[in-house]
């Protein structure tokens, strides 16, 4: 089935300095999500991307999907304390829709 | 957004006994739930896709004899962690799809139930 690998698994930011995830697959992905789970809670949807070289933007958070549709990035500009969690992305199966997702990166900010 | 309701958000059980935790689609009906296990510092991990009056699915490596899944009804699935053990100990997770909109796209999830086991 299909798989994701996420780097980094941990980062450690200066509130103020900027921050960036990727994901990668070795195989031709239909679409990829991202979503962000707060210290002892759940995930929360923040978007999904399916088109190639596909640039989504929220605020600070800007969300990349490659050319190739094999790998996707989020960056977030400029961290702020209340972006502390970690970031995952998945993937959809075709089957019944279920996700499969990315190892996850955490993600601290020193204030 | 659609809500997922989850109970209880927290149990420890003795070695040995069997946990059963909830999970309610509140504003829709989903003919389809996922049930997820989350260890500290870990990824989510699909154990098993339930769909309402049919089996579950299970993913490759987890026991169906051991994590019991019901989907008796669009609005509720159950997993009942059977004789559970101190390697059971983890978070459990389960997710909605709302079968009004097929389309849609993203995940609903409930609040996760943190099991310890003693």
């Known amino acids: 089935g299909q798989q994701v690998m996420q780097i980094p698994q941990y980062q450690h930011v200066q509130e103020g300095e900027d921050f960036t995830t990727y994901c990668n697959s070795s195989t031709t992905l239909s679409n990829i999500q991202w979503y962000k789970q707060r210290p002892g809670g759940h995930p929360v949807f923040l978007i999904q991307l399916v088109k190639s070289g596909e640039v989504k933007k929220q605020k600070r958070l800007t969300f990349q999907f490659g050319e190739a549709k094999k790998n996707s990035s989020l960056h977030i500009t400029a961290t702020q304390t209340t972006d502390v969690g970690t970031y995952f992305c998945a993937v959809r199966g075709n089957q019944g829709g279920k996700l499969i997702f990315g190892q996850g990166t955490e993600l601290s900010v020193k204030p | 957004g659609a809500v997922v309701s989850q109970h209880p958000s927290w149990v420890i059980c003795k070695s040995g006994t069997s946990v059963k935790i909830e999970c309610r689609s509140l504003d829709f009906q989903a003919t389809t739930m996922f049930w997820y296990r989350q260890f500290p510092k870990q990824s989510l991990m699909l154990m098993a896709t339930?769909?309402?009056?049919?089996?579950?699915?299970?993913e490759q490596g987890v026991e169906k004899d051991k994590f019991l899944i019901n989907h008796a009804s669009l609005t509720l699935s159950t997993l009942t962690v059977t004789s559970a053990h101190p390697e059971d100990s983890s978070f459990y997770i389960c997710?909605?799809?709302?079968?009004?909109?097929?389309?849609?796209?993203?995940?609903?999830f409930g609040q996760g139930t943190r099991l310890t086991v003693v």
């Open positions: 339930s769909n309402e009056g049919s089996k579950a699915t299970y």
């Open positions: 997710s909605a799809r709302d079968i009004e909109v097929a389309s849609i796209t993203e995940a609903f």
